[in-house]
């Protein structure tokens, strides 16, 4: 069986703001997870932990550091996964390293510079069922060179393509997943913007329905930059960035009428 996405962290220059938004935007409940020497607060769905929230460290100067989400993929085991990502020209930003009581995991570039980690936890870790409002239920990779990318992760992770989708000037958007998810897990496509800029992973955090998710992003401080945008399968979506920076994006379903 394919490895698969299990973890979500978001970094930001303001922590406390960001699980304001997060919170009225999705409906997370937000907790401390208790870390020793380390503000880390897990953002839950119905009492499951689904994404942990951090602040920038002291040592990154104002306005340097760039919020964004981090996802991390599971493995069986996080050295061998890191050795093996490394012989594929990948990079290692933080060697494989312990989580007391919670894992261990290590974060990594792909050949073309897109940050990305993997964690093996200690033991089962519940997880919200996907499309429940405030799970996270589609992973997009926004990349120069999809084919070469869909290479390495299919090696690295054992990824299958799913359906190629033609999207014209852009080129083929690359469904990919494995024999559990046959809609796939998530898509790998050549961003125009990735050609000047650095290419990332964009997550999908499911809401009930899209046009009232779309109206708390605006009301909250947020920006709607594409969409709302019907996917295969009917539901909707939208790519936003929040108040301190970080893309994010929605998916669910709309009402009938709405236009």
């Given at each position: 069986m394919a490895s698969k996405f299990c973890w979500y962290e978001l970094m930001t220059?303001?922590?406390?703001?960001?699980?304001?938004?997060?919170?009225?935007?999705?409906?997370?409940?937000?907790?401390?997870?208790?870390?020793?020497?380390?503000?880390?607060?897990?953002?839950?769905?119905?009492?499951?932990?689904?994404?942990?929230?951090?602040?920038?460290?002291?040592n990154i100067p104002q306005g340097q550091g760039r919020p964004a989400w981090l996802g991390y993929v599971r493995v069986d085991d996080v050295d061998a996964t890191a050795a093996a990502a490394e012989k594929l020209g990948a990079?290692?930003?933080q060697p494989p390293a312990d989580i007391p009581d919670v894992g261990r995991f290590a974060v990594l570039t792909d050949p073309q510079g897109v940050c990305?980690?993997?964690?093996?936890?200690?033991?089962?870790?519940?997880?919200a069922p996907p499309m429940t409002p405030g799970s996270i239920s589609w992973h997009e990779l926004h990349t120069k060179?999809?084919?070469?990318?869909?290479?390495?992760?299919?090696?690295?992770?054992?990824?299958?393509?799913?359906?190629?989708?033609?999207?014209?000037?852009?080129?083929?958007?690359?469904?990919?997943?494995?024999e559990t998810t046959p809609m796939g897990m998530g898509g790998i496509f050549n961003d125009p913007d990735a050609a000047t800029a650095q290419g990332y992973w964009l997550y999908y955090i499911a809401v009930s329905d899209i046009d009232a998710g779309m109206g708390r992003v605006k009301a909250?401080?947020?920006s709607v930059d594409f969409g709302p945008q019907q996917v295969p399968g009917g539901a909707w979506i939208i790519q936003g960035t929040d108040p301190q920076g970080a893309n994010f994006a929605l998916v669910g379903q709309r009402n009938e009428g709405a236009v």
């Open positions: 220059s303001n922590a406390s703001a960001a699980e304001t938004f997060y919170s009225k935007v999705v409906g997370w409940s937000a907790s401390d997870a208790g870390m020793p020497n380390m503000a880390y607060t897990l953002l839950s769905v119905e009492d499951v932990p689904v994404a942990g929230l951090l602040q920038f460290p002291p990079k290692i930003l990305f980690a993997v964690f093996k936890p200690n033991g089962e870790r519940p997880e060179e999809a084919d070469k990318a869909l290479t390495f992760y299919s090696r690295l992770f054992g990824w299958k393509l799913i359906q190629d989708m033609d999207m014209g000037p852009i080129g083929t958007y690359h469904m990919f997943g494995d909250n401080g947020g």
